[in-house]
């Protein structure tokens, strides 16, 4: 019998073969506003894995990313900021940036253990510790024409947010402006990155995902222009290589092959009822029990034998 190994922080939770994901081991979490509630499918074959986050949203979710602890993140439209919870087990873990941001548009995460937020009251760009959830600091300010960043992520060091129809780019830890790109960006929610540097852009006003080279700012062609009608947040998932676009007005999540383009599928109908943002979390390969056994047997041997030899 096979079972599923799901590793964070050094913890490692077993599971039947009942529930393990299918090859991809991915998960794929959906804000959903016309449930209030966060929506989770296996990112391989669509199925639907049930539902979290139900009454903690004073204004619904939003925005929503997998922070380096493992831990998802959802932006709340109301006055709650940002809601963390367990993605596996659903559990709700607290929050942060309650009395910061309100009205969050944008959320996004670096490999140093930080969040970042957007708020639709304010031109900046909020940074808390996802550990402690203390304020940080703010980037961004005064770049964007005055206008709210609808949408951030991160790559290689640097944040990029979407606002007043461009691109931004900062450096994540200092804040510095190092430019911008891209143009008619207005009315766009999603923004991601992938693991070789290009950035894609989806919105209400283009029913298509846009994509660029991350390091130089330059377009490098569109997708989707006949499948998404009503393009809102989107992300990367890094094991099937694709873009997945939550398409609100007719419920589904699309996805694309993230290099070529190639519409692959949706899924989510009858399910979501107004998607708006979307995470993914890759889950490390599932192992056997003879596997499980074999590296217990050789850590008590190498135990003895560090023994022996003292």
């Known amino acids: 019998m096979k079972y599923c190994k799901l590793l964070f922080c050094g913890v490692i939770v077993a599971a039947g073969l009942e529930s393990c994901l299918a090859s991809s081991d991915s998960l794929v979490f959906v804000a959903d506003q016309g449930t209030n509630q966060?929506?989770?499918f296996d990112a391989t074959?669509?199925?639907?894995?049930?539902?979290?986050?139900?009454?903690?949203?004073?204004g619904g979710?939003?925005?929503?990313?997998?922070?380096?602890?493992?831990?998802?993140?959802a932006g709340d439209f109301g006055t709650n900021g940002i809601e963390r919870f367990n993605p596996l087990t659903g559990l709700y873990e607290g929050s942060l940036g309650s009395g910061f941001v309100s009205g969050v548009l944008g959320i996004t995460a670096d490999y140093l253990g930080n969040i970042y937020a957007t708020?639709?009251?304010?031109?900046?760009?909020?940074?808390?510790?996802?550990?402690?959830?203390?304020?940080?600091?703010?980037?961004g300010a005064g770049f964007a024409g005055g206008n709210s960043y609808s949408a951030i992520t991160t790559y290689g060091g640097n944040l990029y947010a979407l606002g007043n129809g461009s691109i931004y780019r900062f450096n994540a830890l200092t804040g510095q402006y190092e430019g911008s790109f891209g143009s008619g960006f207005v009315?766009?929610?999603?923004?991601?990155?992938?693991?070789?540097?290009?950035?894609?852009?989806?919105?209400?006003?283009?029913?298509?995902?846009?994509?660029?080279?991350a390091f130089s700012g330059q377009y490098e062609g569109i997708f989707g222009s006949s499948i998404i009608s009503f393009g809102a947040g989107n992300a990367y998932d890094a094991a099937s290589g694709s873009v997945l676009v939550d398409d609100y007005?007719?419920?589904?999540?699309?996805?694309?092959?993230?290099?070529?383009?190639?519409?692959?599928?949706?899924?989510?109908?009858?399910?979501?009822?107004?998607?708006?943002?979307?995470?993914?979390?890759?889950?490390?390969?599932?192992?056997?029990?003879?596997t499980l056994g074999?590296?217990?047997?050789?850590?008590?041997?190498k135990h003895q034998q560090s023994k022996n030899s003292n």
């Open 38 to 40: 966060i929506e989770r």
């Open 45 to 58: 074959t669509g199925q639907y894995l049930g539902s979290l986050g139900n009454g903690f949203f004073s």
């Open 61 to 73: 979710p939003g925005a929503l990313v997998i922070g380096s602890d493992g831990q998802l993140y």
């Open 119 to 139: 708020s639709s009251a304010s031109d900046a760009i909020y940074r808390f510790n996802q550990l402690t959830g203390q304020y940080e600091g703010q980037l």
């Open 187 to 213: 009315g766009s929610y999603g923004l991601t990155a992938d693991s070789s540097g290009n950035l894609y852009v989806t919105g209400n006003n283009q029913q298509f995902v846009t994509r660029f080279n």
């Open 249 to 290: 007005s007719s419920g589904y999540i699309r996805r694309f092959n993230a290099f070529t383009g190639t519409y692959e599928n949706s899924f989510g109908l009858g399910v979501t009822n107004g998607p708006y943002g979307v995470a993914v979390l890759a889950v490390p390969e599932p192992i056997s029990l003879l």
């Open 294 to 301: 074999g590296l217990a047997l050789l850590i008590k041997r």
